[in-house]
């Protein structure tokens, strides 16, 4: 290695985990202005979603599904339910659980949302929004698999 020079692969542009971060980053600029008409954030929205997917669930099963902590969960679900969008309630059999559901306001707002997916802003065709899709759960499934061992 020559002196003040970093080889390819060493460069931040070359990092894999920066180019998906970054790419992450870019999605929520181009979400936001949609978002904002809605009065969500992407936090809020990922919740909205899921939930309209399994509604009635605990918090932490809402955290494993969105990759999200509780204490970072809890304030974008607090928020949400001052807005109206869900309800949460302490488990009757476990206590300890406070389980989440969305009104039914909050599933009028999903509907809404419908169609927020982005592809098209995307520039990319369907077929590789769906080939990149697949390689990135792939790479998730690997990492989370990591985390595992």
């Not at 204490?71 to 309630?89: F, I, S, Y």
């Amino acid at each position: 290695m020559t002196k003040g020079r970093i080889p390819a692969g060493e460069r931040l542009d070359d990092f894999l985990c920066f180019a998906i971060y970054s790419a992450n980053l870019s999605f929520g600029r181009a979400f936001k202005p949609k978002l904002s008409q809605l009065g969500l954030t992407y936090p809020q929205y990922i919740a909205i979603v899921a939930l309209y997917e399994e509604d009635d669930v605990s918090v932490c099963r809402l955290g494993e599904k969105l990759f999200l902590e509780s204490n970072t969960l809890t304030p974008v679900l607090k928020k949400l339910e001052a807005m109206g969008h869900v309800v949460r309630e302490r488990d009757r059999l476990d206590e300890r659980q406070v389980r989440i559901r969305l009104t039914e306001q909050g599933r009028r707002l999903r509907v809404r949302a419908y169609g927020l997916g982005m592809s098209p802003a995307s520039g990319m065709r369907r077929a590789q929004v769906a080939a990149t899709h697949a390689c990135v759960v792939a790479l998730r499934g690997t990492l989370v698999g990591l985390k595992e061992k």
